[in-house]
């Protein structure tokens, strides 16, 4: 870690404290890998998208739209929503940024949960916030522990549904609880990026919500049903006044053209993303079964991804290095606390197959 001069410039507090977030490895650029540790798409891009992003060559040299007319009147069509009351941004994580720049400073506090995604803490920290983490249950966020965590500080509440790395989700009753328990002024925000992937009939990913409420927001993003995490596409679901000051304070030209461009392709490819939700729920299910018949413990998942657990952190760390050794990267979590973990994102068939067959020659 670089050296911090005290009579240099000097950060806003908190931010020193902040542990940068740590991507998923791509693994070694020499003979054949799979990529299974940063949750993107296995059947990648809809052709549509790829041919909108190409067309798009020719465009580049002036600014985009900034107000993403194009695309936030698309995302409506397909989700049946309110245009001007969605926000795009670069990534959903922009978005969530954002939100956190905007709505927290010195002395707020902000709620997530104990394996929550590792963005909040960071955008809590870089705005001067408190971060309070509210224990979980069996990996799944628990609203009795965030509603007791409320304090006359706490301004906002992060909930990814369904949460990565775990996998795991709270019904619709459940968030509606965890709404219905927060105090007015409390913004609630759902990070819905895995939304897509969800079959489960009591899942809801909170446009309901969002539209009887002034204090809740949805985030999703195009970085895994639609595949296309390399152009950094994301957008928020927000009640007007929400939507009117991440307006105020985003960047004029935050999305670029080609992310605009084939963002509107992706979006009406409905075809595309049924064919994606059907490889995805198809494979799950069956790296679940299989992991499970080799003796692993496996956290129920309706994402795109699955937590396997192993006997101990050094079990893990050891099956992570052969899995390397056979070009298959996953996700090691321990900076999420769990050591003994390591994420697997469903991929091709032919890196599903692999995946368990080197599992299953590491346990026997
Ligand atoms: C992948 C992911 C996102 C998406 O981030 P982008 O910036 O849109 O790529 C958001 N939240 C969670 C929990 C994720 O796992």
Same mark, same amino acid.
């Given at each position: 870690?670089?050296?911090?001069?005290?009579?240099?410039? &000097?950060?806003?507090?908190? =931010?020193?404290?902040?542990?940068?977030?740590? /991507?998923?490895?791509?693994?070694?650029?020499?003979?054949?890998?799979?990529?299974? $540790? $940063?949750?993107?798409?296995?059947?990648?891009?809809?052709?549509?998208?790829?041919?909108?992003?190409?067309?798009?060559?020719?465009?580049?040299?002036?600014?985009?739209?900034? $107000?993403?007319?194009?695309?936030?009147?698309?995302?409506?069509?397909?989700?049946?929503?309110?245009?001007?009351?969605?926000?795009?941004?670069?990534?959903?994580?922009?978005?969530? &940024?954002? %939100?956190?720049?905007?709505?927290?400073?010195?002395?707020?506090?902000?709620?997530?949960?104990?394996?929550?995604?590792?963005?909040?803490?960071?955008?809590?920290?870089? !705005?001067?916030?408190?971060? *309070?983490?509210? /224990?979980?249950? !069996?990996?799944? @966020?628990?609203?009795?522990?965030?509603?007791?965590?409320?304090?006359?500080?706490?301004?906002?509440?992060? %909930?990814?549904?369904?949460?990565?790395?775990?996998?795991?989700?709270?019904?619709?009753?459940?968030?509606?609880?965890?709404?219905?328990?927060?105090? &007015?002024?409390?913004?609630?925000?759902?990070?819905?990026?895995?939304?897509?992937?969800?079959?489960?009939?009591?899942?809801?990913?909170?446009? $309901?919500?969002?539209?009887?409420?002034?204090? *809740?927001?949805?985030?999703?993003?195009?970085?895994? =049903?639609?595949?296309?995490? +390399?152009?950094?596409?994301?957008?928020?679901?927000?009640?007007?006044?929400?939507?009117?000051?991440?307006?105020?304070?985003?960047?004029?030209? !935050?999305?670029?053209?080609?992310?605009?461009?084939?963002?509107?392709?992706?979006?009406?490819? &409905? +075809?595309?993303? @049924? +064919?994606?939700?059907?490889?995805?729920?198809?494979?799950?299910?069956?790296?679940?079964?299989?992991?499970?018949?080799?003796?692993?413990?496996?956290?129920?998942?309706?994402?795109?991804? %699955?937590?396997?657990?192993?006997?101990?952190?050094?079990?893990?760390?050891?099956?992570?290095?052969?899995?390397?050794?056979?070009?298959?990267?996953?996700?090691?979590?321990?900076?999420?606390?769990?050591?003994?973990?390591?994420?697997?994102?469903?991929?091709?068939?032919?890196?599903?197959?692999?995946?368990?067959?080197?599992?299953?020659?590491?346990?026997?």
């Amino acid at each position: 870690m670089a050296q911090h001069d005290l009579n240099g410039p &000097q950060p806003k507090p908190g =931010i020193l404290d902040i542990h940068a977030y740590v /991507p998923g490895k791509s693994g070694p650029k020499t003979g054949k890998t799979h990529k299974l $540790s $940063s949750n993107e798409s296995a059947v990648g891009a809809s052709p549509k998208a790829v041919a909108a992003f190409e067309a798009a060559a020719g465009e580049l040299a002036l600014y985009p739209d900034g $107000s993403a007319a194009a695309l936030r009147e698309a995302i409506a069509k397909r989700h049946g929503l309110k245009a001007e009351n969605i926000v795009c941004g670069a990534g959903s994580d922009e978005l969530l &940024q954002l %939100l956190a720049h905007a709505y927290l400073g010195p002395g707020d506090e902000a709620i997530y949960s104990q394996f929550g995604f590792l963005v909040y803490p960071i955008a809590i920290s870089s !705005n001067g916030a408190t971060a *309070v983490v509210a /224990p979980e249950k !069996n990996h799944v @966020a628990d609203v009795g522990e965030i509603l007791a965590r409320v304090t006359a500080k706490t301004k906002m509440v992060f %909930l990814a549904n369904p949460n990565n790395p775990t996998g795991t989700y709270l019904t619709a009753e459940q968030v509606k609880r965890l709404h219905h328990g927060l105090p &007015q002024h409390v913004l609630l925000v759902l990070d819905a990026a895995y939304a897509e992937f969800v079959l489960a009939n009591d899942y809801d990913a909170g446009v $309901s919500l969002v539209e009887h409420n002034n204090n *809740v927001v949805m985030t999703r993003t195009f970085s895994k =049903i639609h595949g296309l995490a +390399a152009l950094r596409l994301g957008w928020a679901y927000c009640p007007p006044a929400v939507a009117d000051v991440l307006n105020r304070i985003r960047g004029p030209f !935050n999305v670029s053209l080609p992310a605009l461009k084939a963002g509107v392709a992706a979006i009406e490819d &409905q +075809a595309f993303q @049924a +064919a994606a939700q059907a490889h995805n729920s198809k494979w799950l299910g069956w790296l679940a079964r299989e992991l499970q018949a080799l003796g692993l413990e496996v956290t129920p998942s309706v994402g795109n991804f %699955l937590l396997l657990h192993f006997a101990s952190p050094a079990k893990a760390q050891e099956a992570d290095a052969f899995l390397s050794g056979r070009g298959l990267i996953l996700r090691r979590v321990e900076a999420y606390g769990l050591p003994a973990a390591l994420r697997l994102s469903v991929g091709t068939e032919e890196a599903n197959r692999a995946v368990v067959a080197a599992l299953a020659e590491f346990l026997k």
